[in-house]
């Protein structure tokens, strides 16, 4: 396997690509400057019919990495399908998630927007008979969740055997999310020969082994470390007990003057309530969140970006490619349920070598998905109590001590409570098997 390593080619511009006007008028449209790291290395390796094999996390611009590259290709010195008759699926696009499926999609749609191409989305959940209208009128890029593409094809009404690329969006969460066994259906219905790209926050002993059947000499990119967390982010544990949390938060960021932070938690409701929480403390806030019109979301960011908005309050989907520079504190007011998700979310500060705090407000329910926590990060993250706010209820997570800030590489920091997905001891790379995160799907 032949392995590009994080380093980005200095000073690298779009213009270098080798994209086609087109798609350099879109990108131009979006206001990029430059190419993110694993665009500049992703696009060319794409372009030149390479299978490309990413590690790269949410945020990068992995979306453009692929799209871009693969639009060029699909309409380079060939005369586009007329737009009457059939219109054969030539590039597929398998993501876990119908939110990510419908990012992706409108990704296409504005990189693609100045090119005759027909773009669809098909994920679950919803009415299947006008996603089978428009694959019958012909689209060339389709977007899709495994169970729906499965059912689709079983109906008979999407073909393969016109497919050029495959590209398999956020493949660690797939196999989290239970569908090795849909992708490997996929897999044995595509035609051959084609060209693959796989994507993928991590890439364990299971995401390689999925690649093994899958990539043909890749091209490896990393832009990235695998469940890192950078050491320029500042990790903190904050016991308290639940119903203090709002209260804990409005302190901290009364107390310490924050000047901006990003707040997660788990659900849409609760973004809004806590928004609306810190509002009436005086506290600026605005949630963003799936059920929020793009519009107003892409509003709220730019307020935020513009420091006219002190706290952002949102939902792991919704915080999906918010890439804000100079972020000083993320807040976790809930931990995520997917532990590799409180990488994503403490990323988002301490970015380009700045200094970024992050911080947990754990309650003494949450103490199990601390411990996966840490156990995944190979860190005991320092507990801090602040005056007042002490948890009547203790956290139930076995820690050494109030000096663990630092690394404890292969501690194992807790035992794992019985019950929970199985999982393979001493692996850093291990996950839970099994669909056993598939209820996490509709709760942003
Ligand atoms: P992704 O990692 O694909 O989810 O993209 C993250 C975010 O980065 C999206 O909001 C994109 O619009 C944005 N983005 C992608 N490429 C670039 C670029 N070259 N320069 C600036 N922003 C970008």
Not at 96 to 117: F, N
Not at 202 to 208: A, D, V, W
């Amino acid at each position: 396997m032949q392995e590009n390593s994080t380093k980005t080619p200095v000073g690298v511009k779009f213009t270098d690509l080798g994209l086609s006007e087109p798609l350099l008028k879109a990108v131009a449209g979006q206001g990029y400057e430059t190419p993110t790291p694993i665009q500049a290395e992703a696009i060319p390796a794409v372009l030149a019919g390479r299978d490309v094999m990413a590690a790269a996390q949410t945020g990068t611009g992995k979306t453009a990495g692929f799209t871009l590259p693969l639009l060029h290709l699909l309409t380079e010195d060939r005369p586009l399908p007329r737009f009457s008759g059939h219109r054969p699926v030539r590039c597929l696009i398998v993501t876990p998630t119908r939110e990510l499926a419908a990012q992706v999609e409108e990704s296409v749609k504005t990189y693609g927007g100045h090119l005759p191409l027909r773009t669809a989305v098909v994920f679950g959940g919803v009415n299947i008979k006008p996603q089978i209208n428009k694959l019958r009128h012909g689209v060339d890029i389709l977007v899709a969740t495994p169970g729906r593409l499965l059912d689709l094809y079983g109906q008979g009404a999407v073909r393969f055997d016109k497919l050029e690329a495959l590209v398999l969006d956020e493949a660690d969460r797939m196999l989290d999310m239970g569908f090795i066994h849909d992708i490997k259906k996929i897999l044995a219905v595509l035609p051959k020969r084609r060209q693959n790209l796989m994507f993928s926050a991590t890439f364990s002993e299971e995401i390689r082994e999925l690649a093994r059947g899958l990539v043909n000499d890749p091209i490896e990119i990393s832009v990235s470390p695998r469940n890192t967390t950078v050491d320029t982010v500042s990790q903190l544990v904050y016991p308290v007990d639940k119903g203090r949390k709002t209260d804990l938060l409005t302190h901290l960021i009364v107390e310490e003057q924050w000047y901006q932070a990003l707040v997660f938690t788990r659900t849409k409701h609760g973004a809004n309530r806590l928004a609306q929480k810190l509002e009436k403390s005086g506290i600026g806030a605005i949630a963003i969140h799936g059920n929020k019109s793009q519009n107003a979301r892409t509003r709220a960011l730019a307020d935020f970006k513009a420091g006219k908005t002190q706290i952002l309050v949102a939902t792991d989907i919704a915080a999906r490619g918010l890439d804000i520079n100079d972020l000083p504190h993320v807040v976790n007011f809930d931990l995520p349920n997917v532990p590799e998700d409180y990488v994503h979310r403490i990323g988002r500060t301490g970015r380009a070598g700045k200094e970024g705090q992050a911080l947990s407000l754990v309650c003494a329910e949450e103490s199990r998905m601390l411990r996966d926590i840490e156990k995944l990060i190979r860190k005991s993250v320092e507990r801090r109590t602040v005056s007042g706010f002490e948890p009547l209820e203790e956290l139930n997570v076995a820690h050494p001590g109030p000096k663990m800030g630092g690394g404890r590489p292969g501690g194992r920091p807790g035992g794992r409570p019985g019950g929970g997905g199985r999982r393979r001891s001493g692996n850093r790379n291990s996950r839970p098997q099994g669909g056993g995160n598939r209820q996490r799907r509709n709760n942003y």
